[in-house]
């Protein structure tokens, strides 16, 4: 996986290498083992590339062989060998063996029709000459990142957001209404960014540019077909998607390693990659030094009914607090939680031990319906046919695994869900969530006004597409998980942006389109039966899990928030941006509200969790805007002279190596 940027120009004044070094650089980490750039009248591209198999692979820009249409992706495209001899066949000549190649060739063939062919993770640019067009594309399930921006009739772009403000030619500004859709829902929905003016392609979606437009098409839709029966064959059904998941993500003969956290889902990768490998299966978790939050002990079993060798590592409160403005300088938006910190060093870890690719277990939950927010929604409905049973609000303690009842604590927090909203509003399963962090009661009056009344889950909900009134209650649930938090969080600021952070490609069999589609065509029960979460998976492991192996059912990664921040060895940042002068100077947030939570939190009186959420928002929207809006990006450019490929309008130049290096990307 790489990184990739780029300008289009409306007038044709040229983009120069200088300019397209400085985004490069600010994108590096993507793509430490080399770059390149196209350099052209209207057109500039720039490419940092990780080599996961041979550093001194082929580069991209890539093109065509009259070089009329022009390259530059951040792919992986697991399909490419069967698409290759496709493209062949109908008689195009590839010169390289890279498997990104198979874009221009089927581009050239298809055109935009191209992407219903691909099977992977990816976002790419191609800059077609012929037709002055800039064509822009993301993965299904927006795995990759792409963004844009607009000034003057001019596109900007690039795989971070960092890459855009490294050109000089877009200033950074901050978006009310992205940030309080973070805040409130735990990240901006694409195409929103807490950057005014910066959009996020949406996963699914590319775009066209022609003479200063922008038009954007969807390509893919999420659509939950349920069934009314289990197919008789289902186990073997999910036996062929599975290995053949797997398979392609392990193509290639790389060396992939794998994140084992000791739950079900990353067992299952982790088994499946260790069978299918023809390497030894490298496994790697981290976990926190805080005794009742350790999870070590499971993870090394898991590891040794795999087969894996295993690599661990404990990170305490103070490594992450200490690493948390770099975690930030990656995610580019303020977080709700720290749990990406985790993931950072998970990545870290990987990289030190030599690993380039791992497998991961994301993307199961929101298919197969595990997570807890299901299962409340579905109690929460059955609570609210006979609100007055207590016998019935039990049930959310053996959700969470809570005592028995008898506590005024666990009833008051069950009633709290039982009044989070109306069973026939469409966010009715989301809603404990969204209104969670009580976030506003922390803005200053200015933020507020400024906000306008603006109302962010009311124009979630009149965004939902029209499909989404004919599914189940818990497929509608599914899908507000895909596209609230999966997509613009999950695969996002946990995932991409923390793996690449350390040149760390990730690779998620879960999220397979066709995966996706057999499950969402399975009747709900199959997911989720009673409060049985991913039955239909759990059924299938059972065959193909060593039988030693007992994974354990176990919640995301649970980030000691609010004390992470307030210790007696804490960095000074944390004081320097919670002050009262901080928090007046950047106007987003009240000073004396603030100060009572922060008090709250020092004494050790904040547990509940919409308090951790709200305190760790308002650190990281102070950080985030230090860092981002206060603070002018000022990255030395690339060299172009250093480059392992330069093009442009009239000339080829390619330094290092022949232009169509022979070798794999």
Not at 357 to 384: N, P, Q, T, W
Request: proline share 6%; aromatic share 8%.
């Amino acid at each position: 996986m790489c990184g990739i940027a780029g300008i289009a120009r409306h007038v044709p004044t040229g983009v120069s290498t200088h300019t397209l070094g400085r985004m490069a650089a600010a994108i590096r980490h993507r793509g430490p083992d080399g770059y390149g750039f196209y350099s052209g009248a209207k057109v500039g591209l720039a490419h940092v590339r990780l080599g996961v198999m041979d550093v001194g692979g082929s580069g991209q820009p890539l093109t065509n062989e009259d070089g009329q249409i022009v390259l530059t992706s951040t792919c992986e495209v697991f399909n490419h060998p069967e698409l290759r001899h496709e493209l062949e066949e109908r008689g195009h000549v590839f010169r390289t063996r890279c498997h990104a190649e198979v874009l221009v060739h089927g581009y050239e063939e298809w055109g935009a029709d191209l992407l219903q062919r691909l099977d992977g993770q990816f976002a790419f640019a191609i800059y077609d000459r012929s037709s002055e067009t800039v064509f822009l594309a993301r993965d299904r399930f927006g795995v990759r990142p792409l963004f844009y921006a607009q000034r003057n009739g001019d596109l900007y772009f690039g795989s971070e957001i960092k890459a855009i403000l490294a050109s000089g030619e877009v200033d950074p500004s901050l978006d009310p209404r992205g940030l309080d859709e973070v805040l409130r829902l735990g990240a901006a929905r694409p195409p929103r960014t807490p950057f005014s003016g910066i959009a996020a392609l949406e996963p699914g979606t590319y775009g066209i540019w022609k003479d200063g437009a922008l038009w954007i098409r969807c390509y893919y839709e999420l659509d939950y077909p349920e069934a009314s029966g289990e197919p008789l064959d289902v186990i073997e059904q999910l036996d062929e998607i599975m290995l053949r998941s797997v398979g392609l993500r392990l193509r290639g003969g790389v060396p992939v390693g794998a994140y084992l956290s000791g739950g079900l889902d990353s067992s299952i990768t982790a088994s499946l990659a260790r069978s299918a490998s023809r390497h030894p299966l490298q496994s790697f978790s981290v976990t926190y030094g805080i005794p009742e939050l350790d999870e070590s002990s499971n993870q090394q079993e898991v590891a040794r009914a795999v087969g894996s060798l295993h690599t661990a590592s404990v990170i305490g409160m103070d490594a992450i607090a200490r690493s948390f403005p770099e975690v930030l300088r990656h995610t580019e938006t303020p977080l709700l939680q720290i749990a990406p910190a985790l993931m950072f060093h998970l990545a870290k870890l990987t990289k030190e031990s030599g690993v380039k690719v791992v497998v991961g277990g994301d993307g199961a939950d929101e298919i197969f319906l595990g997570y807890d927010v299901f299962k409340e929604a579905s109690v929460r409905r059955f609570c609210l046919r006979r609100p007055e049973s207590l016998a019935r609000q039990q049930l959310f303690g053996r959700i969470h695994g809570q005592a028995s009842p008898g506590t005024r604590t666990l009833e008051s927090s069950w009633r709290s869900l039982l009044e989070a909203g109306q069973a026939a509003d469409p966010l009715f399963s989301h809603l404990p969530r969204f209104f969670g962090s009580r976030i506003d009661d922390f803005y200053s009056g200015e933020f507020t006004a400024g906000l306008g009344g603006i109302d962010v889950i009311g124009e979630l909900r009149a965004s939902l597409p029209t499909r989404f009134f004919g599914w189940s209650p818990l497929n509608q649930a599914a899908y507000l998980e895909m596209t609230t938090r999966l997509s613009p969080y999950l695969v996002s600021s946990y995932g991409d942006r923390m793996t690449m952070a350390h040149g760390v490609e990730g690779r998620y069999p879960f999220l397979d389109h066709k995966l996706f589609e057999f499950a969402a065509a399975l009747p709900t029960g199959s997911r989720l039966r009673g409060l049985r979460e991913k039955e239909v998976l759990r059924r299938w492991a059972s065959r193909i899990l060593p039988v030693q192996m007992k994974p354990e059912r176990r919640a995301p990664h649970r980030a000691p928030d609010v004390q992470t921040f307030f210790t007696s060895t804490s960095p000074s940042w944390i004081n320097d941006h919670i002050s009262p002068e901080s928090l007046r100077r950047v106007g987003i947030f009240s000073p004396a509200a603030v100060g009572g939570l922060v008090r709250r939190c020092q004494a050790g009186l904040s547990h509940a969790l919409g308090e951790n959420q709200a305190m760790v928002g308002v650190l990281s929207t102070q950080l985030w805007h230090h860092q981002f809006i206060e603070r002018a990006l000022s990255i030395p450019p690339l060299p172009a002279s250093e480059a392992s490929v330069l093009l442009g309008d009239g000339v080829s130049v390619h330094s290092g190596h022949a232009l169509y290096d022979p070798k794999p990307c």
